[in-house]
């Protein structure tokens, strides 16, 4: 790997952590303030939406400007929304301003790996990626449910410039959120510790032009009708939005089906972790770029699985459902990212194309998060949640591979 490689995937590991931990207090703190639990889901939606209303502009960004700088600047934005966030500032709204931050964070980061990894190696990079990402996410959960126990009364007022508005915030999570921001004062460092590490460079102008929807919804439909960057796209796209609506389902599903605190039900999404870690480094081990799309029927598992995962009421049952169902998103999802990176480079640039990645992945999570709490808001059962799910995405894996065979044919 080239040299400052590791220190991406340290400032990624780090800002990853602070981001998990954030909405694992983000969802206590709604339940402190007295919000309904359909709530909960829309703090995601909010944090994903800056994801498809930028997607025109973050990808020209990441390729106009330094990317490690840009990574270290959209780090502070996140500590800034957090502080924003115990000065009273709605839940919605900062956690809409952190989403922003990751919104054009995310074409720097991934990038940077593209343009610094030769194709061989670009599966293995992705995987070594996907573990700290998964990783930020394991550790992540399991920190915020821990910090969900360690509780201090805590009252702060803030007036805004020009003093018209007094906000009042009373929360438990004080010392919580101090060290989200302290994690994100570590990313900060870190992203300024990356020295140069691309072998092809891309820097382009960022003109006029180049940040209209014109010219992204063209490198939209350009990666799409690639035969193997639209499959690779379909596929992200489709688990990625299955994937936002399981961690907040399997959240539901410990507290209402297996009766466990909210802290407890954090140590259970970690599991869902835990297996991506080993389905991604399965995946680094079996599958290159050329044979990614043999990982497809790994899907049609997963689309059983959470129907069955809602009927379990038996924890020691559940513990091996949600690990499995780990390893399936891992399998899944590091090759086909491999994919994507590689074709997107090559038809489009590295910024643009993981723009693209976001917005769709991420339209696909508010359409799904949506729907979700519309589910919540209706009080539909979660069997009947999850059974949506799975028929969703079994329906979509079997669009695609008729998709397939028609493109052999």
């Known amino acids: 790997m080239p040299k400052g490689f590791y220190a991406l995937i340290a400032a990624q590991f780090a800002s990853g952590l602070a981001d998990n931990v954030l909405m694992i207090l983000g969802v206590f703190f709604l339940q402190e303030q007295g919000y309904p639990v359909w709530w909960a889901p829309l703090l995601k939606f909010s944090f994903n939406l800056a994801y498809v209303l930028l997607a025109s502009v973050v990808g020209p960004i990441a390729d106009a400007v330094p990317k490690g700088a840009l990574m270290a600047a959209m780090n502070a934005l996140?500590?800034?929304?957090?502080?924003?966030?115990?000065?009273?500032?709605?839940?919605?709204?900062a956690f809409a301003l952190t989403g922003l931050a990751a919104a054009v964070y995310a074409p720097a980061k991934y990038g940077m790996v593209t343009e610094s990894v030769g194709a061989s190696w670009l599966v293995k990079a992705n995987a070594w990626l996907e573990v700290s990402v998964v990783m930020s996410?394991?550790?992540?959960?399991?920190?915020?449910?821990?910090?969900?126990g360690v509780r201090h009364d805590f009252q702060i007022k803030g007036i805004f410039p020009g003093g018209n508005v007094d906000l009042t915030v009373q929360t438990q999570a004080l010392g919580a959120f101090g060290v989200v921001m302290v994690i994100y004062g570590v990313s900060i460092l870190l992203n300024s510790c990356i020295g140069p590490m691309a072998l092809h460079k891309v820097h382009s102008r960022l003109t006029r032009s180049a940040l209209t929807w014109h010219s992204f919804w063209t490198c939209n439909l350009k990666l799409w009708r690639d035969p193997l960057g639209g499959v690779s796209l379909y596929v992200t796209t489709l688990f990625w939005g299955t994937g936002a609506v399981l961690q907040f389902a399997v959240l539901l599903w410990a507290q209402s089906e297996m009766g466990l605190t909210l802290q407890e039900g954090a140590y259970l999404q970690a599991l869902v972790a835990v297996g991506v870690v080993l389905g991604a480094f399965l995946s680094a081990r079996v599958f290159k770029i050329f044979n990614a799309r043999r990982v497809l029927p790994w899907g049609f598992l997963l689309a059983f699985l959470m129907?069955?995962?809602?009927?379990?009421?038996?924890?020691?049952?559940?513990?091996p459902m949600l690990i499995l169902a780990g390893v399936i998103g891992g399998v899944l999802l590091v090759p086909m990212n491999a994919l994507l990176q590689h074709r997107g480079?090559?038809?489009?640039?590295?910024?643009?194309?993981?723009?693209?990645?976001?917005?769709?992945?991420?339209?696909?999570?508010?359409?799904?998060?949506?729907?979700?709490?519309?589910?919540?808001?209706?009080?539909?059962?979660?069997?009947?949640?999850?059974?949506?799910?799975?028929l969703l995405l079994l329906g979509g894996l079997l669009l695609l591979f008729l998709r397939m065979q028609r493109g052999r044919r």
């Open 345 to 390: 480079a090559k038809i489009l640039s590295s910024g643009r194309s993981i723009a693209v990645q976001g917005f769709n992945e991420n339209l696909s999570v508010l359409l799904m998060l949506g729907a979700y709490s519309a589910m919540l808001a209706l009080g539909l059962s979660l069997l009947a949640m999850m059974v949506a799910l799975g």
């Open 78 to 93: 996140k500590l800034t929304s957090v502080l924003l966030l115990l000065l009273g500032v709605h839940p919605l709204l």
């Open 137 to 148: 996410v394991l550790l992540g959960i399991a920190l915020g449910g821990w910090l969900i």
């Open 307 to 319: 129907p069955a995962m809602a009927l379990t009421k038996i924890l020691w049952v559940a513990v």
